[in-house]
């Protein structure tokens, strides 16, 4: 059975630090490593310690403001752009199909340009405007949910994009 006594760290892993400056016989002899004069050589100097040069951590401006980690970022669609594709029924399927948004983003509509026909309107999100030039042109809006429902956003990024 082993005892306290007969414990001791395996071969080879407490290695005993290296003396240097022990005279000009061996390897760490006369400067010991430092190099020849300067200050450097005498004593130490801190990090960053520019020789009384204003640091680079102080000649940098400080970090402004801060990256909203629930943003919502939505993919816009004016009336102008819904008028010339020439459809009645409009989902955010559907203008991905023709390329005007990115698949699954979330969209919006925006009030840029005249409606002349009547069209369905279904999208995450719409400006007063837009809501108003669809329904007067006859058309019909529809809000979709947003896909994390009725509360703020899932949070984007980590502790250090977010600062």
Same mark, same amino acid.
């Given at each position: 059975?082993?005892?306290? /006594?007969?414990?001791?760290?395996?071969?080879? *892993?407490?290695?005993?630090?290296?003396?240097?400056?022990?005279?000009?016989?061996?390897?760490?002899?006369? &400067?010991?490593?430092?190099?020849?004069k300067g200050q450097r050589a005498r004593n130490t100097v801190r990090v960053g310690f520019e020789g009384g040069q204003n640091p680079? /951590?102080?000649?940098?401006?400080?970090?402004?403001?801060?990256?909203?980690?629930?943003?919502?970022?939505?993919? #816009?669609?004016?009336?102008?752009?819904?008028?010339?594709?020439?459809?009645?029924? #409009?989902?955010?399927? *559907?203008?991905?199909?023709?390329?005007?948004?990115?698949?699954? *983003?979330?969209?919006?509509?925006?009030?840029?340009?005249?409606?002349? &026909?009547?069209?369905?309107?279904?999208? /995450?999100?719409? *400006?007063?405007?837009?809501?108003?030039?669809?329904?007067?042109?006859?058309?019909?809006? &529809?809000?979709?949910?947003?896909?994390?429902?009725?509360?703020?956003?899932?949070?984007?990024?980590?502790?250090?994009?977010?600062?």
């Amino acid at each position: 059975m082993m005892k306290i /006594h007969d414990l001791q760290p395996p071969e080879g *892993s407490n290695r005993r630090s290296k003396r240097v400056a022990r005279g000009i016989g061996g390897k760490g002899g006369k &400067t010991a490593g430092r190099g020849s004069k300067g200050q450097r050589a005498r004593n130490t100097v801190r990090v960053g310690f520019e020789g009384g040069q204003n640091p680079l /951590h102080l000649r940098l401006p400080k970090l402004r403001g801060f990256n909203n980690p629930f943003r919502v970022e939505y993919q #816009v669609v004016n009336l102008d752009t819904i008028s010339e594709t020439g459809m009645t029924e #409009v989902t955010p399927d *559907s203008l991905y199909e023709m390329g005007l948004v990115r698949k699954n *983003s979330l969209v919006k509509i925006l009030g840029r340009g005249e409606l002349s &026909t009547k069209v369905d309107v279904s999208a /995450h999100a719409f *400006s007063k405007s837009a809501e108003e030039s669809i329904t007067s042109a006859g058309g019909s809006v &529809t809000i979709l949910p947003k896909p994390w429902g009725d509360g703020r956003p899932p949070a984007k990024g980590n502790a250090l994009t977010n600062r």
